[in-house]
């Protein structure tokens, strides 16, 4: 497919661009999600067999894989995704700049949607955030890592869809950036339950997507760690040392320890103690999945389709192009 461009994260593929198919002009500018399976064949035939519905039969791309594109009972697409061993398609680790990290199903009925996601390719509930008006917005978790979450779309007039999210450093300068490119802000950035941000936006020809960053309280911990551990190390430093107990190891306990501090010591170890403190509490906050409210996105109407949720997930986008070149999957 000559008008077929791969996009790499890293040494990972992330993604492709093609022109939209000639055999369906209607369908706007949009990006569709890979799930990754064992056998794209078991897995079209189970997605039948729970009300899912087959888009595009299973078809082989020479020395690439094996794919299908499906859509679930409520009507939002995805595909199915096998690579072949030889094709160099590893799974990235996921987590990292410029890596999907993050998708979410917004659907007509998030407890049918969840039952036939977890059917087929073993999902499980994580956690359930209570959204208010808009609802509960339901974690997904695969292998006992958050990847994603279930919400009920408040606009009706919007069919059922994924929506990926991209990891960047900065939102706001994200948001900034797509702008002047002449894209299009849909929602944010917000701060959303975890302490991360998003922004929800659409790129130039229409096609939705979204950004998050890491919770400002986990950085900003990881920055004052590394700036503490210095000052302690001279604090301790300067502390007057006292004698030794004969024939002590260096690093077993003495016996007897000195009646005083002066303050010098004091100071070092309670700056040495506030690093442990702030190192423990960056690690706890890092390890936290953001739980992302989109339920209060203001979707555009033209994002008819978003992305999927897995760790590994191949994303590709659509856009319109004027290339006559008709796709062959």
Do not use: C
């Amino acid at each position: 497919m000559p008008s077929y461009t791969l996009w790499m994260s890293g040494k990972y593929r992330a993604g492709g661009l093609m022109a939209l198919p000639e055999e369906d002009p209607s369908a706007p500018p949009h990006w569709i999600i890979y799930i990754g399976t064992p056998d794209v064949d078991a897995t079209v035939e189970a997605a039948e067999k729970l009300g899912g519905k087959v888009l595009k039969g299973a078809a082989d791309i020479p020395n690439v894989g094996r794919f299908a594109v499906l859509a679930d009972p409520q009507g939002a697409a995805f595909a199915v995704y096998t690579p072949q061993p030889s094709s160099g398609d590893e799974v990235p680790p996921g987590g990292a700049v410029g890596d999907f990290t993050w998708h979410e199903l917004a659907t007509t009925d998030p407890e049918a949607a969840f039952a036939f996601y977890s059917d087929l390719f073993g999902w499980s509930k994580g956690a359930g955030h209570d959204m208010g008006d808009m609802g509960v917005y339901q974690l997904v978790s695969h292998d006992g890592q958050d990847v994603g979450g279930i919400f009920k779309a408040r606009d009706n007039s919007t069919p059922p869809n994924w929506l990926s999210y991209v990891r960047v450093p900065d939102a706001a300068k994200a948001a900034a950036a797509a702008k002047s490119a002449g894209g299009r802000i849909l929602n944010g950035p917000m701060e959303v339950p975890g302490g991360s941000w998003i922004v929800q936006m659409e790129d130039p020809q229409g096609g939705a997507f979204a950004v998050v960053e890491a919770p400002k309280a986990a950085k900003a911990g990881a920055s004052a760690q590394k700036a503490e551990k210095p000052a302690a190390r001279k604090a301790v430093k300067k502390a007057p040392a006292k004698k030794a107990p004969a024939k002590v190891a260096k690093g077993a306990p003495a016996k007897a320890a000195p009646a005083k501090k002066t303050a010098a010591a004091k100071k070092g170890a309670a700056v040495k103690k506030s690093a442990a403190v702030k190192k423990g509490a960056a690690k706890k906050a890092a390890g936290k999945k953001p739980a992302l409210k989109s339920a209060a996105a203001k979707k555009s109407t033209t994002a008819k389709r978003g992305s999927a949720a897995k760790k590994g997930v191949k994303v590709k986008a659509k856009g319109k192009a004027k290339s006559k070149a008709k796709s062959k999957k």
